[in-house]
């Protein structure tokens, strides 16, 4: 990592959602005035989470899918008749 490109603040902190009782240890420099001792054994300063992808009660984990084709034939597909009829009405 290059030196003198991070803050001052920037550690190892606890991400913690007590409704979930999960936690991830991630390096940040969020502002914390806490500290809590992980299952480690360390203490670590944490950041209290309100609602995470572990106690979400709609988070599946998955991500949306896409249609592999593009903009154009989607268009086409949806409009397509219409068009048609119309320049047969000409």
């Known amino acids: 990592m290059k030196p003198g490109i991070h803050p001052e603040n920037y ?31 360390q ?4 950041f209290m989470l309100d609602t995470s992808s572990a106690s979400h009660p709609v988070y ?5 899918e896409h249609s592999k084709q593009g903009r154009a034939s989607v ?10 009829a119309l320049k047969k009405d000409k």
Request: hydrophobic letters at 30%.
């Open 11 to 41: 550690r190892t902190v606890l991400f913690y959602d007590s409704s979930a009782n999960e936690g991830w240890l991630i390096r940040s420099c969020a502002p914390t005035t806490q500290t809590m001792q992980w299952t480690d054994g």
């Open 43 to 46: 203490e670590y300063p944490v």
């Open 60 to 64: 599946t984990g998955r991500q949306r």
């Open 75 to 84: 268009f086409t597909q949806r409009y397509g008749n219409m068009m048609n």
